[in-house]
């Protein structure tokens, strides 16, 4: 679930993946596994994120 919602901030903040992944220091390849909905071990890059949205 968390996935697709940081799929849909993505979207709402009009994020390009490469312009999101800058932003928020996350890496290219987690981002594209976020769009796709394959999970991730990385919580911390989850968190992160999450964090760069004020969530």
């Not at 999101?20 to 991730?40: D, P, R, Y």
């Amino acid at each position: 679930m968390r996935y697709i919602k940081l799929e849909e901030m993505r979207k709402t903040y009009k994020f390009t993946q490469v312009a999101f992944s800058k932003e928020a220091e996350a890496g290219l390849h987690f981002v594209c596994e976020v769009k796709q909905g394959k999970t991730t071990h990385c919580i911390d890059t989850v968190n992160i994120v999450f964090y760069f949205f004020g969530s």
